[in-house]
């Protein structure tokens, strides 16, 4: 579906130091210097795929995204999306994507939702009767009936974005772009985005990029995760796995009847987080059996479970490895 | 997206932005009363007429020549390299650029959708320039006569819309283009008829005027309207006209598709 060969995007940046005399030297004399937001990544993603593209602010993955949809013109590689080549802009590219983007809207401002709807269904050319199935549907499962006829200003947040997805999906597109889809977003409406999104893709079979900061968006949607990091792909498999390198510990948490001492938990594992009532030990896989039966043998244990540690420090850790590896190379 | 296509989206469009110009019709109406020099200009040029006629013009043709102005100015006014501007700099231009049309097609639709709100002040000058100096300087009075002007009229909006989206193309090339169009606004002021008819400006600076775009926009159909040209003059006028619409469309074509290239779509 997706087929990504050695894409780069590099920007040229005019520099200029602050200051009233860098700017009347600038009127003259412009630096500029070259950004490699995205530096020569490949990747194939098969139809119906959920994949999450993580990396920290400024890795290259709304590049990746924009070059993937046709809106930037990549500096060099070869980008293929159903067989389309989206800098093209061909019709029959544009009426297979949708691009979601967080911080930018379609809605217009001061109409109603539905007349953006209605447009979008004059402008992608959707017969009458398979926007009214669409938009049923997407009213029923996104719960938008109450929303449509408000004017977008005089919505909330998470309104707007439950009407941006419906509005980028009324020609039920094939490959869907997600660029932050929950950022700002409360913990619940984050999960009905996410429910929707899920099964929008079982429904239809649509091939799915996302990229969030909110770790529990890609855990629940993205079995394969790939990360880029300053333009390059550092790694492209299975969210599992991922973990499984950067933290193969696993963490044990352990909900007590009573305060116990620091160093009787010491004594089982390294301790991450001891209060009262709780404790969370970090320990290697293969001392996890040994690890609860000790714990439920020596400790007032009302409730133990066995977790991989939190997505957000695994990725932070990721991301300083990698940040010392370039320093390392730079030194 | 195929003509057939645009066509059947065109109506959908056009009702969509007519329901954006009503939700903004607080800012219409401000524009509009941005719109009334040719009211001072009519004031000033009946003044000067009442000692004797300018160039031909008494004061009721004046008065007759400068409410057309107005009506024309409202029917062809386009603000789409501001429009352009602003969401090149924010990239939200990037939106319009996903869907299967392009965005020139909803940037006409979205000028032109104010268009019947302005009838609601348009309308009541044009009664009252009938009332005043008569349907003889306020109307066509012969059936080519009205259709030269519709056709003027649309070429005029089509050069002033041309025109915006070609300075507003800019914008991909150069960090800002509005500057370019308060250049143009500048010359169509001195150059179009707005200030004083084109008529009343010497041979030599007639002749200049007659090749350069401004008059076209305003000048022409206001002259038409008030039956100042014969069929023989219209026609030359009219052919003049088109020729810059050509060229302009041709213009904005490539400026807009070489452009693109370098879009940064910037911003989340």
Same mark, same amino acid.
């Given at each position: 579906m997706i087929s990504v060969r050695d894409l780069r995007k590099h920007y040229q940046v005019h520099k200029r130091p602050p200051g009233l005399l860098a700017a009347l030297r600038s009127v003259f004399h412009r630096t500029y210097t070259t950004v490699r937001a995205v530096d020569g990544i490949s990747f194939d993603i098969r139809p119906g795929e959920r994949v999450g593209f993580l990396g920290p602010n400024g890795a290259g993955k709304t590049t990746t995204l924009k070059v993937l949809s046709g809106l930037l013109h990549p500096s060099g590689g070869e980008v293929r999306v159903d067989g389309h080549v989206p800098r093209h802009r061909e019709d029959a590219f544009l009426k297979k994507i949708m691009l979601v983007m967080g911080q930018k809207q379609q809605l217009l401002w001061d109409l109603p939702p539905s007349e953006t709807f209605a447009l979008n269904r004059a402008i992608y050319d959707v017969p009458r009767a398979q926007y009214k199935q669409t938009l049923d549907e997407l009213v029923t499962l996104l719960e938008l009936e109450e929303l449509i006829s408000k004017p977008t200003r005089q919505l909330s947040l998470g309104e707007r974005m439950k009407c941006e997805l419906a509005a980028a999906l009324i020609h039920r597109p094939k490959v869907l772009f997600l660029d932050e889809p929950t950022i700002g977003l409360d913990v619940s409406m984050q999960v009905t985005m996410r429910d929707f999104i899920k099964s929008y893709n079982e429904r239809h079979g649509a091939t799915l990029i996302l990229t969030s900061h909110y770790m529990d968006d890609v855990a629940a949607l993205c079995p394969r995760v790939i990360v880029i990091d300053k333009g390059q792909l550092s790694y492209d498999g299975s969210l599992e796995a991922l973990v499984q390198r950067v933290r193969p510990e696993k963490r044990v948490v352990l909900r007590l009847e009573r305060s116990v001492e620091e160093g009787r938990l010491a004594a089982l594992g390294k301790v991450v987080l001891h209060d009262s009532g709780t404790a969370v030990l970090q320990v290697p896989q293969e001392s996890v059996n040994g690890t609860v039966t000790r714990a439920l043998s020596s400790l007032p244990v009302m409730d133990l479970t066995v977790e991989n540690a939190p997505l957000e420090e695994v990725m932070s850790e990721l991301f300083a490895e990698s940040k010392a590896r370039r320093q390392a190379r730079g030194a | 997206m195929s003509l057939r296509g645009t066509l059947r989206a065109l109506p959908t469009m056009m009702r969509v932005g007519l329901s954006e110009g009503i939700a903004y019709r607080a800012e219409m109406l401000i524009w509009v009363l941005s719109t009334t020099m040719p009211f001072i200009?009519?004031?000033?040029?009946?003044?000067?007429?009442?000692?004797?006629?300018?160039? &031909?013009?008494?004061?009721?043709?004046?008065?007759?020549?400068?409410?057309?102005?107005?009506?024309?100015?409202?029917?062809?006014?386009?603000?789409?390299?501001?429009?352009? +501007?602003?969401?090149?700099?924010?990239?939200?231009?990037?939106?319009?650029?996903?869907?299967?049309?392009?965005?020139?097609?909803?940037?006409?639709?979205?000028?032109?959708?104010?268009?019947?709100?302005?009838?609601?002040?348009?309308?009541?000058?044009?009664?009252?320039?009938?009332?005043?100096?008569?349907?003889?300087?306020?109307?066509?009075?012969?059936?080519?006569?009205?259709?030269?002007?519709?056709?003027?009229?649309?070429? &005029?909006?089509?050069?002033?819309?041309?025109?915006?989206?070609?300075?507003?193309?800019?914008?991909?090339?150069?960090?800002?283009?509005?500057?370019?169009?308060?250049?143009?606004?500048?010359?169509?002021?001195?150059?179009?008829?707005?200030?004083?008819?084109?008529?009343?400006?010497?041979?030599?600076?007639?002749?200049?005027? &007659?090749?350069?775009?401004?008059?076209?926009?305003? &000048?022409?159909?206001?002259?038409?309207?008030? +039956?100042?040209?014969?069929?023989?003059?219209?026609?030359?006028?009219?052919?003049?006209?088109?020729?810059?619409?050509?060229?302009?469309?041709?213009?904005?074509?490539?400026?807009?598709?070489?452009?693109?290239?370098?879009?940064?779509?910037?911003?989340?």
């Open positions: - | 200009m009519m004031a000033l040029w009946t003044a000067v007429a009442r000692e004797a006629p300018v160039k &031909g013009y008494d004061s009721p043709r004046l008065v007759g020549y400068f409410l057309a102005v107005f009506v024309v100015r409202q029917m062809t006014g386009a603000w789409a390299a501001w429009q352009m +501007n602003y969401e090149v700099k924010q990239g939200t231009l990037a939106m319009r650029l996903l869907r299967p049309i392009s965005p020139l097609w909803s940037y006409a639709t979205e000028n032109l959708g104010v268009v019947p709100v302005r009838l609601v002040v348009v309308v009541p000058v044009v009664l009252l320039s009938m009332y005043l100096v008569g349907p003889e300087l306020a109307a066509p009075r012969t059936w080519w006569g009205w259709v030269f002007f519709l056709v003027s009229l649309v070429g &005029g909006w089509l050069i002033s819309f041309l025109a915006n989206v070609a300075i507003g193309t800019m914008s991909l090339y150069m960090e800002s283009s509005t500057k370019l169009m308060d250049v143009w606004l500048a010359l169509f002021f001195v150059a179009s008829g707005y200030l004083y008819p084109v008529q009343s400006m010497p041979e030599g600076v007639q002749a200049l005027v &007659g090749w350069l775009p401004f008059r076209y926009q305003l &000048g022409l159909p206001v002259e038409l309207m008030t +039956n100042a040209r014969d069929f023989g003059e219209a026609l030359e006028l009219l052919g003049r006209q088109w020729m810059w619409v050509g060229l302009l469309l041709a213009l904005t074509v490539v400026l807009w598709k070489r452009g693109l290239k370098r879009f940064g779509a910037y911003g989340g």
